[in-house]
DNA sequence: CTGAAAGCGCTTACAG
DNA sequence: CTGAAAGCGCTTACAG
């Protein structure tokens, strides 16, 4: 704690506008914005004395009337599902490089997965709040692109996941990576190295998202004639949390699956954890795999899919910052495939 | 790839404004205000007939213009040094929920933990872009300090230690987490179960908050009577890669350490890897500490400290929402205490 | 090289 | 209950 009686701002609490510099210098508005500015011609002594009142009163431009005039904000917003899934560090990293390099700004927002938070987004980019949106989004639904209508600026839309929109004459441009497939593959080489008891942790329902990786686990096991049982599919969360509980519930039934596929890393970490602390062996006791290639996944040897989150990420940044700078090229649907990173829990056949 | 020829924005090139809805309602734009933000009384009538004109217009309001006239966005900036460590997730959710509660929207700014990016972060805030901004700062420097002061819109910074700024009359709140104490508790933990061979892992070099790390480090050492190697500290990244070539570097030294106090987690985390990539066992072979509590380490069983970081986003948010409603108070240094979980990589004494 | 003026899209007293 | 008008802070043709 400290004291002193500061109080807070006591001397900054009206910001100077342009007009009060212009008047300290003795010109116009106009003059002032263009030497500030370097555009047009002023002359080296009346930029030098603007120069200096802006300095002595502390002047900093107000973004808002700039934007107002300029019609510009040069922001560039990235609204991701969830802040604790380092799968969004690439796509984040990739974003960034690619709108510093053109003069942008990076805003994060966080949706937490849910429609709602997405719409959210949606609106910040109606309102003008930033001139262009990359969205990763969990939902398909029609009122999302109602609203992404209703833009003026473009949005690129990032999905785990992507099959409802393609062609289907949306007004964004996409870069998905086929989760689909992903999870296909996993339920697949699974089935490959001996597995029959395949046990499934999906996710939370009625994430669109989910659904569809859900939807790929059921198709792999059909095409690799294994009847599906329902006690063993886990639905809860997309979290670590969520897969623990997951893990413990399928570990501890009685005729238990000898191989659990996860709908992502978060689930297979907590699953792994789980079935540890039960005093069980991945592998050995059980297979694993996930989906995303977390760090972590490395350290532990659990099989997962490179999701390219960074190349995505590079991409749908390309595709904005080409909208931006006003191409009208018709609306693309880029597409990547996870790639299979078999470790160790999943390495022995059955 | 989609085609059909539909072009970009077609019909969207323009938004329509505030004054295009009063003249398809035929009424003053005025009214439309009144009538769109239920502020004053409208007939109900004509706020159908506005309503329904905004509809058809697609009329979304232009946040530029409204924040002009109000001197107000309604968005909290928080600003955080790097996306790939799972310590600020905790503070993300922290601060959201309290802001949320009152309206505000959160916007999430990424510094790369340099001193430019965080003086990026305060230019928007000076710029009005926000109404107030929590900073995560890695730098102590004076002109971090002076750009603050010429925010009219209140700032605070969050610090992995902060006793540089504590009382000294600067012009924001700070909320800090006495990160000097937990390294210093660290290697005094290892001293205690008895190693004098402490190697340390420093994280990048004239960083501020990693230079007051390393004089914790430095201190614990005297303290405890062990003498100063410099061969035991190695500068690199706060990264894990910087924290695996730090452990490879230790572990492979001829009269190497029998403990390593790391910096932070992420950094822990890549020792615990190298000495496993070189044949080495944790503990057994080397103790090990970190520091930021990450979940890995829970897993791994690395002695961490707790930081506190979700009610750090939270007192933090709880203050600049206070000055946001006019709080006058002067201003409050609030300080936490890490608290070490003892796990595995430091359980035994040598 | 500089100034006067219009206008970006909104809100808000103030009249009526 | 509604309208006319001022003004938030900026930029940008247009004159001169």
Chains 1, 2 share one sequence.
Not at 248 to 253: A, D, G, I, N
Not at 296 to 304: A, P, V
Not at 316 to 332: T, V
């Amino acid at each position: 704690m400290q004291d002193g009686g500061k109080k807070a701002k006591e001397m900054t609490n009206r910001q100077a506008s342009i007009t009060d510099v212009a008047r300290l210098a003795g010109v116009s508005v106009g003059t002032v914005s263009h030497a500030l500015n370097s555009v047009g011609y002023v002359k080296q002594e009346t930029k030098e004395k603007i120069l200096k009142a802006a300095e002595e009163l502390n002047y900093v431009p107000n973004r808002a009337g700039r934007i107002l005039k300029t019609r510009q904000t040069r922001l560039v917003m990235l609204a991701i599902p969830d802040t604790s899934n380092e799968i969004y560090f690439g796509m984040i990293e990739g974003v960034q490089k690619e709108i510093k390099a053109l003069g942008y700004s990076l805003l994060l927002y966080y949706t937490n997965g849910e429609l709602e938070g997405e719409l959210d987004a949606v609106r910040l980019l109606q309102e003008r709040v930033v001139d262009g949106l990359i969205l990763v989004h969990f939902s398909y639904k029609q009122v999302l692109l109602d609203e992404i209508r209703r833009c003026s600026g473009p949005a690129v839309l990032l999905g785990m996941c992507n099959h409802l929109w393609a062609g289907a004459g949306h007004p964004f441009d996409t870069v998905s990576i086929d989760v689909y497939s992903g999870i296909y593959t996993a339920v697949q080489h699974l089935a490959k190295i001996g597995h029959r008891k395949i046990g499934y942790l999906a996710g939370r329902r009625n994430v669109d998202v989910y659904g569809q990786r859900f939807a790929a686990y059921r198709d792999a096991l059909k095409d690799a004639g294994i009847p599906y049982r329902e006690e063993y599919v886990y639905w809860n969360d997309w979290t670590q949390m969520g897969g623990y509980s997951g893990g413990r519930t399928l570990y501890q039934m009685k005729d238990r699956p000898t191989a659990i596929c996860a709908s992502n890393d978060l689930q297979a970490i907590g699953c792994w954890e789980a079935v540890r602390d039960l005093g069980g062996k991945v592998p050995g006791d059980i297979a694993l795999t996930g989906l995303d290639n977390l760090n972590i996944c490395k350290i532990l040897g659990i099989t997962s899919f490179d999701m390219k989150e960074n190349l995505m990420g590079t991409e749908a940044a390309r595709h904005l910052m080409s909208r931006l700078s006003g191409s009208q090229m018709s609306y693309q649907d880029l597409y990547f495939r996870p790639e299979i990173q078999v470790r160790d829990s999943s390495l022995y056949t059955l």
